[in-house]
């Protein structure tokens, strides 16, 4: 699948919006946002490979960054300094 996105820094995080996407919500960190209005599709890499998620867990194919799943619009990278810490 071909995918062309643009990266824009919104608030203190990235997301990634497809061309043409209107954005009118807030946009989570890492988010992939598509269509009009923007409906998020999927999860992106701070490098911009999409990521797929297995249970709570994604591992980005390209630069082998891990991110984690705390919540159903919200993930953060694994190991970064300043990541959200989420009592079990
Ligand atoms: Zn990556």
Redesign the pocket.
Known sequence: MKVACIRRHISSGSAFIGTGAVVLTDVSDYALMVGNPAKQKGWM???G?QLVFKGNRAK?M??K?KYKKIGPEKIVEEHKKGAEVVPL
């Open positions: 890499c701070a490098c490979i980005c390209a630069c960054r």
